[in-house]
């Protein structure tokens, strides 16, 4: 008995240590590789391209501002090319890819990084109109898709890799507006193009990042979202929430601040080993939250999930209040 638990003790140590060794193994001639990434206005996308450029990597930076472009072409090197592009511009969008092909040639696109992303209104459900689910919508989603089959035949040129960045939010609901409906509908966009590209040698990696500080998360301008939504609402709403109810969430947000990671170097790491690992994983988490709390969260029932979420939220006033 006890040579049988040495033996599959060693199987697995040797298990670990070829999965470990297989994630460490890179490609080579990284130089003559284009990456187009997506939101390089700032945030993740604006540090993905600057670490690829310092990497060797041929950049191609969408950003959605003049003013985002110009910062960061300061920053990099003369290999890293800069475009303007509104991915809810259908033909922004085709003007780009087309201009990205005649740019790559016959090297193909070797990474797309789908990386821009809004975050909407966060508010209640019966707050909110079908007006306040469209704009991140459009962004997370259906920009994202149209980027990808644009620029899609470039990357299957290159058999290359296409990097979705998604959000624990594609896992887990944790609030009420279009954001987390946007990121299940990619998770479901992701499987079902890294499914479809395997026949061409097309790597297709999710993302899932925590809570991360970036502007996206700007705890400022989401309050004043919600605020501009409170302002509408009819009095029977008001009165089931209360008027204090916006001042308490955003107390209650503030206490759990140790929650949001710093490092936005986290995911991108992730990024850096789906494009460059000879055995690129199908999904990565980013961040200390992720890792410990949301996704273990997410394999769990529903009404523990339920549980520890609903213990967060601010009590009501009067929620029978009609």
């Known amino acids: 008995m006890l040579l049988l638990l040495f033996w599959v003790s060693a199987l697995l140590v040797l298990c670990a240590f070829l999965w470990n060794y297989k994630g460490q193994l890179k490609i080579a001639d990284i130089t003559d590789k284009y990456v187009f990434i997506t939101g390089c206005d700032t945030g993740f996308g604006n540090l993905a391209a600057r670490t690829f450029d310092k990497k060797g990597f041929r950049v191609i930076a969408a950003c959605l501002t003049e003013s985002g472009s110009t910062a960061l072409k300061a920053t990099a090197s003369e290999r890293l090319h800069t475009v303007l592009l509104d991915v809810t511009n259908p033909e922004n969008v085709k003007k780009t890819a087309q201009w990205v092909k005649s740019h790559v040639g016959e090297k193909g696109l070797w990474g797309l990084i789908n990386n821009a992303g809004v975050l909407g209104v966060l508010a209640p459900t019966d707050w909110l109109t079908v007006n306040d689910y469209r704009e991140p919508i459009e962004v997370n989603l259906f920009g994202l898709i149209d980027v990808t089959l644009n620029m899609l035949p470039l990357v299957k040129k290159a ?20 954001y987390t409906p946007s990121k299940y509908a990619v ?4 499987d079902s193009l890294r499914r479809d590209m395997k026949a061409f040698g097309v790597h297709v990696s999710c993302i899932e990042p925590g809570l991360f500080k970036t502007q ?14 409170w302002k509408h609402l009819s009095p029977d709403i008001k009165q089931q929430y209360g008027e204090g109810y916006i001042e308490k969430s955003l107390h209650k947000l503030k206490s759990n601040t140790s929650f949001v990671n710093l490092d936005l170097s986290l995911v991108v790491e992730c990024m850096d080993h789906a494009l460059t690992s000879v055995f690129p994983k199908t999904r990565y988490t980013a961040g200390k939250d992720a890792k410990t709390f949301w996704i273990p969260l997410s394999h769990m029932p529903a009404f523990l999930q339920d549980f520890l979420l609903l213990k967060q939220k601010v009590e009501l006033a009067n929620p029978k209040a009609v």
């Open 187 to 190: 998770e479901g966009f992701n």
């Open 159 to 178: 058999r290359g890799r296409v990097i979705n960045v998604s959000s624990i939010g594609g896992r887990l609901a944790f609030g009420g507006g279009g």
């Open 216 to 229: 996206l998360a700007d705890p400022i301008k989401t309050t004043e979202k919600k605020l501009a939504v």
